[in-house]
């Protein structure tokens, strides 16, 4: 008898001590926002979209995911579909897309999903991850009807960026998202501010931009380009010696009135 309750606590303990090793499940991408028109040109529709994901797990990246852009027209009939391979998206952080496509008929709606992301565990703690600064952004409306959106971009790394994707996030003064356009920036260096210059194509006459929202990530389906910049280090924030000269002497604590000597 005392073996067996032996035997059945050992069990009952195993069981809990493999319940606390477990690792926690990871939440799944989830498309925050989204946004997408439709305009008439001279080879068909071009469809125009932009997209938010978010990832609530705050030590993985989202690798490999791929976002699947379906327009059907008014009695339900695909007229375009698109795969577009994403950017790995960072811990705990957010990940804006845009994109373009040319369906033969109209769309009457447009739809965006995506496949479940490979998990990879961070290298580093998440603070480590800068976020790449844009600055002196303009955003122009044209005469046909597009945005022309400027500006530049710095690298809060030793190491140079290979590689990055700019994104402008069009919202009203509510902050919905209306449309967005990307462009490419190579091989920033540190203390270098190249610029970006990109397009929003298909915003509606209607609409009412109010703010740009521009977001700077690393190009490429894994998490490899951002880690590689983060374990070279960041650049110090205050890198300027000082220019005034050191105090004589130390200022020491000063006597108040009622102090005991």
Known sequence: MRITVLALAALFLAGCSGEEQ????LKPLSLAEQASTVVKSDDGYVVNWAGVLSN???????EHVVATVVGR??????????????????PGGRLAFTGQAV???????????HRPAQWRQAA???SAFKPFRTSRVQSLRQKDGSYLVMGTVANPYRLPASSLVVSALLRDSAGKLLGGGSAFVDDVKTGTTPRFILTVDGVPSSAKVA???????????????YEELALGGAVPVHTVKPTTEPFLRDRARQAMPGDEH
Request: a neutral charge.
């Open 103 to 113: 369906a033969d008929g109209k769309p009457a709606k447009v739809t965006i999903e």
């Open 211 to 225: 703010r740009t929202e521009t977001v700077v990530r690393t190009w490429g389906s894994t998490a490899r380009p």
């Open 124 to 126: 580093r703690v998440v």
């Open 73 to 90: 027209d008014s009695k339900g009939a695909e007229v375009v579909r698109m795969d577009q391979p994403l950017d790995a998206v960072p």
């Open 22 to 25: 477990a690792p926690a499940q």
């Open 56 to 62: 609530d797990n705050p030590w993985h990246f989202g």
